[in-house]
């Protein structure tokens, strides 16, 4: 399957296969919301839509992994539920929000948490959208930065995501709003 996903994080996080879509349960509070059906990417791929949701609720009122996220201090927000699931499997705090913007109800999810620092390391076509979100969470009392890469978080090695992660930690401390991880590190995929 690749992605960086081990055994044990696809087992841990329930993630099911049906020869056609690996599907990731979306819980919130123990129970099942929502889920992603996201196409798979490896030998004869399908056509259809890449991404599959359940009907009627609207995946942008949650995020992935909440339940244990909320009570860090820390978190790291990346678009992709994949890279999500492989960074927490690092030990980094990661969760997904499922695309290159932040509802005002995932806002309103951050800033009820315990969470006190934000770095959003989204795709390199969003960057500017991570800004508008960093502004909206600063707005609401909480310190957060964009971390600017090339290309996509899962295109650079999970050391240089876990060394780029701690860089823009350290930039937000020092007062930026954004860290261009790219032209500052040697990516060594």
Known sequence: MGRGLSTSA????????????????????????QWI?????????PMGL???YAEG????????????ARLWDD???????FNAIAYRSLGLPAAS??????????I???????????????????YKAAEKAVHKLRKEGVAAIACKITGQPDSHSLSWVKEAYSASLDAMRKGDISYGAETKMEDGR
Not at 37 to 45: A, F, P, S, T, V
Not at 75 to 81: A, G
Not at 108 to 126: A, H, P, Q
């Open 10 to 33: 696809i087992l841990g996080w329930g993630l099911t296969y049906d020869g056609k879509r690996v599907y990731i349960p979306l819980m919130y509070k123990d129970i099942l919301v």
């Open 37 to 45: 059906g996201r196409m798979k990417w490896w030998g004869e791929i």
């Open 50 to 52: 890449r991404y599959k």
């Open 57 to 68: 609720i609207n995946i942008m009122q949650f995020l992935l992994g909440w339940d244990e």
């Open 75 to 81: 978190l790291l927000l990346v678009e992709n539920s």
């Open 97 to 106: 929000n499922f695309g290159s913007h932040l509802s005002e109800i995932q």
């Open 108 to 126: 309103g999810l951050i800033v009820r948490s315990r969470i006190k620092r934000v770095v959003l390391m989204w795709d390199e076509g969003s």
